[in-house]
């Protein structure tokens, strides 16, 4: 009877870890694949991709990008990807590495590189490179949204009246959004 119940565990067992992608990772549904990294990238993709796109993000909430390394199913997701969006300015760490390899073989879109330059924050304590948070400035964040339109239309043209509908409505929300937060400043005292 044990040896019944030690099978049925070891199938069951081994049924649970089957596959190294959840089945919609895997699935060929004809959308465009994209693999972005972090939560913010990640829902950018998803607002403007909607429908069209089969978005996979590789970090969850809490997961801290600056120290993320790349499993062997990231590695995976992302060789299955026909696009790969990311934050940029090193906060995804050494996995800038793995992208810089992917580029010659499929789209890889760093973000950060939408900001212009001048507009990008060097804090003192960042050494002189800029700072990677650029999504904590609304409209500096609202500024890399025509590079993720830019990318998925040319990887889908056919989609790219949707993608520009979604974006320009996703701007106008960010819009919203950051005088939103303007208002919000100024009823902060002066003195504090």
């Given at each position: 009877?044990?040896r019944?119940?030690?099978?049925?565990?070891?199938?069951?067992?081994?049924?649970?870890?089957?596959?190294?992608?959840?089945?919609?990772?895997?699935?060929?549904?004809?959308?465009?694949?994209?693999?972005?990294?972090?939560?913010?990238?990640?829902d950018?993709?998803r607002?403007i991709?909607?429908?069209?796109?089969?978005?996979?993000?590789l970090m969850?909430?809490?997961?801290?990008?600056?120290?993320y390394?790349?499993?062997q199913?990231?590695?995976?997701?992302?060789?299955?990807?026909?696009?790969?969006?990311?934050?940029?300015l090193f906060?995804e760490?050494?996995?800038?590495?793995i992208?810089?390899k992917?580029?010659d073989?499929?789209?890889?879109?760093?973000?950060?590189r939408a900001?212009p330059?001048?507009?990008l924050?060097?804090?003192?304590?960042?050494e002189?490179?800029?700072?990677?948070?650029i999504?904590?400035d609304?409209?500096?964040?609202?500024?890399?949204?025509d590079?993720?339109e830019r990318?998925?239309?040319?990887a889908?043209?056919?989609?790219?009246?949707?993608?520009?509908?979604?974006?320009?409505?996703?701007?106008?929300?960010l819009?919203?959004?950051h005088?939103?937060?303007q208002?919000q400043v100024a009823?902060?005292?002066?003195?504090r």
């Amino acid at each position: 009877m044990i040896r019944v119940l030690m099978s049925v565990m070891v199938v069951a067992l081994s049924l649970v870890g089957c596959g190294d992608t959840p089945e919609s990772d895997s699935a060929d549904d004809g959308r465009l694949r994209v693999v972005t990294t972090t939560g913010m990238v990640t829902d950018m993709v998803r607002i403007i991709g909607g429908d069209d796109v089969q978005v996979i993000g590789l970090m969850g909430p809490g997961v801290d990008p600056h120290y993320y390394k790349a499993t062997q199913g990231d590695l995976n997701r992302l060789r299955q990807a026909e696009v790969i969006v990311f934050n940029g300015l090193f906060l995804e760490g050494k996995m800038e590495e793995i992208f810089e390899k992917m580029e010659d073989a499929k789209t890889v879109v760093a973000l950060a590189r939408a900001v212009p330059d001048a507009q990008l924050r060097r804090p003192p304590d960042y050494e002189g490179n800029p700072d990677p948070h650029i999504w904590f400035d609304v409209a500096l964040w609202a500024t890399t949204i025509d590079e993720v339109e830019r990318t998925l239309s040319a990887a889908r043209p056919e989609a790219a009246p949707r993608f520009a509908q979604r974006a320009e409505a996703y701007r106008t929300e960010l819009t919203a959004l950051h005088a939103w937060v303007q208002a919000q400043v100024a009823t902060v005292p002066e003195s504090r």
